[in-house]
């Protein structure tokens, strides 16, 4: 089977099972775990931040900042199809007991202008603007990069307005691979910033939250509450450094397989695949008729993909896609659509 239904299905390297068999480990609650000290201290680094937290997965990473940054009550603002938004259970209002403000847009993005006009002057009705969480790549827009200039010019005006930035960076090394930049540049501007290692990069389990040495003191403390303190953690941190030092950059080779599954796609009777919008490792098509009997189809020609939408289906790339499977692919929608 060629699976495409998302990057979460990469399966570790023989050189992470082999690290994670032989990691030195201790209890990370207590703070002696050494390789999860050490994976912290690098993703730190690697953010450009002061300090970085290992948790579970990337939802419990983008909560607990949340928490972190709010208090019950609080507004954030996100734009209306982003992750943490539409995909995290209602987090926002169930574990930080925040309030969420959409904010629609175009394509994805949001801009200084859309947020300004979403922060409302102080009133006595009204909840206390306190976080803006932004999204790179923004997933539901298909993988689609926040260009520097502009994602910079968001986190300064957030900041003039008094809020505090957020970054949901579950692919931000797909984002800054597409750009040519360093994660710490990618990252600037955010006062949190989570990254997944359990996409892309492979690690089978794992997120990094990071930011000031304050923040992440009391995001430990939020992790411990939602159950994320692990013990002997080492285990996993040790997937999670190689992730971090030898995965990165290698992700260029699923942004090309992303265009070359888009290209074989792109001419096809029954659906709509914009070359141009293929920015990172993700390909939508949209369908002339609903998805799911699409879907089912592909699978029986040996392709797993998931949807988007009513009659759209998404395409993920990873390190487990070969150059041999666009025309593959192709070959199973042709199939699937006849």
């Not at 703070?31 to 002061?50: I, Q, Y």
């Amino acid at each position: 089977m060629i699976d495409l239904r998302s990057d979460t299905v990469t399966k570790p390297t023989d050189e992470m099972r082999a690290a994670m068999a032989s990691a030195e480990v201790g209890d990370d609650v207590w703070g002696d775990d050494p390789t999860v000290n050490r994976l912290e201290s690098v993703a730190a680094e690697w953010l450009g931040k002061e300090a970085a937290l290992f948790v579970p997965s990337g939802t419990m990473g983008n909560q607990v900042a949340v928490m972190t940054h709010c208090r019950p009550g609080d507004e954030v603002l996100v734009e209306a199809e982003a992750h943490v938004y539409w995909y995290e259970v209602g987090g926002i209002a169930r574990l930080a007991g925040a309030q969420p403000r959409t904010i629609h847009t175009p394509a994805g993005l949001l801009t200084p202008d859309l947020v300004r006009g979403a922060v409302r002057e102080e009133n006595i009705h009204y909840p206390t603007p306190r976080l803006l969480c932004l999204e790179n790549t923004h997933n539901r827009a298909g993988g689609k990069v926040h260009p520097l200039t502009e994602f910079r010019a968001v986190t300064d005006l957030a900041h003039s307005l008094g809020l505090k930035v957020h970054l949901d960076g579950a692919r931000l090394a797909n984002a800054a691979v597409a750009q040519g930049i360093t994660m710490a540049e990618a990252a600037a501007g955010a006062d949190s910033v989570m990254c997944c290692l359990s996409k892309g990069l492979c690690a089978p389990v794992g997120s990094v939250l990071a930011g000031t040495r304050e923040f992440i003191a009391e995001a430990r403390k939020n992790r411990k509450v939602l159950g994320g303190g692990m013990r002997q953690a080492g285990i996993l941190a040790a997937a999670g450094l190689i992730s971090i030092e030898k995965m990165v950059g290698r992700l260029q080779e699923d942004h090309q397989l992303a265009q070359d599954i888009a290209a074989a796609l792109q001419d096809m009777p029954h659906l709509t695949c914009d070359l141009a919008k293929v920015e990172t490792n993700m390909v939508q098509v949209d369908l002339d008729r609903p998805a799911g009997p699409v879907v089912d189809a592909l699978a029986r020609e040996g392709v797993l993909c998931g949807t988007s939408g009513p009659t759209r289906i998404r395409l993920v790339t990873h390190h487990d896609v070969s150059g041999a499977h666009p025309a593959e692919v192709a070959k199973a929608f042709r199939t699937a659509l006849a």
